[in-house]
């Protein structure tokens, strides 16, 4: 199966350097999802509740910080995608402003650090940093991730 011509390449560890940057497609929040996610997952009031959320610190329904790490998740497949899988080790977030109903989010990402295991030569540990953003340009969540990316294999026998 081919991937369509805009599709961004499958990257290994050879291709990783840092400094690497990589920019992704948006996507809008709707308030129908943001619910849904949080009375599976976070059933807080501010989550769940437009007229209860409208009497918190908030101001009205915002998304589960949780929730916008998972959208972050999808953004950063589409964006960036690694070769058998985005396998992550460890990492940290934080939220610094709110996603509400009707955000555009998109994410920008860096590749801050490369290094190949000393254990195995078919992988290494790559970190990266991505700022997901709304349409104003605010940014509603920081994630820098630690990721388990694999080497090319060779086609030699």
Same mark, same amino acid.
């Given at each position: 199966?081919? $991937?369509?011509?805009?599709?961004?390449? *499958?990257?290994?560890?050879?291709?990783?350097?840092?400094?690497?940057?990589?920019?992704?497609?948006?996507?809008?929040?709707?308030?129908?999802? *943001?619910?849904?996610?949080?009375?599976?997952?976070?059933?807080?009031?501010?989550?769940?509740?437009?007229?209860?959320?409208?009497?918190?610190?908030?101001?009205?329904?915002?998304?589960?910080?949780?929730?916008?790490?998972?959208?972050?998740?999808?953004?950063? $497949?589409?964006?960036?995608? *690694?070769?058998?899988?985005? *396998?992550?080790?460890?990492?940290?977030? =934080?939220?610094?402003?709110?996603?509400?109903?009707?955000?555009?989010?998109?994410?920008?990402?860096?590749?801050?650090?490369? =290094?190949?295991?000393?254990?195995?030569?078919?992988?290494?540990?790559?970190?990266?940093?991505?700022?997901?953003?709304?349409?104003?340009?605010?940014?509603?969540?920081?994630?820098?991730?630690? $990721? $388990?990316?694999?080497?090319?294999?060779?086609?030699?026998?």
């Amino acid at each position: 199966m081919s $991937l369509p011509q805009d599709t961004p390449p *499958i990257r290994y560890l050879d291709d990783m350097k840092v400094g690497l940057r990589f920019t992704g497609e948006s996507r809008v929040v709707q308030e129908r999802e *943001i619910i849904a996610f949080a009375r599976q997952f976070d059933p807080q009031p501010f989550h769940i509740d437009a007229g209860l959320a409208s009497q918190t610190l908030f101001g009205g329904l915002i998304a589960s910080g949780w929730h916008t790490a998972a959208m972050t998740m999808r953004l950063l $497949l589409d964006a960036f995608p *690694i070769g058998n899988g985005t *396998i992550g080790l460890g990492g940290e977030a =934080a939220w610094p402003n709110p996603v509400r109903a009707n955000d555009t989010l998109h994410i920008e990402g860096e590749v801050t650090a490369v =290094a190949p295991s000393r254990s195995y030569d078919d992988r290494g540990i790559v970190t990266v940093c991505t700022e997901t953003k709304n349409q104003n340009g605010e940014v509603v969540q920081t994630l820098t991730a630690n $990721l $388990l990316v694999f080497r090319r294999k060779s086609n030699s026998v």
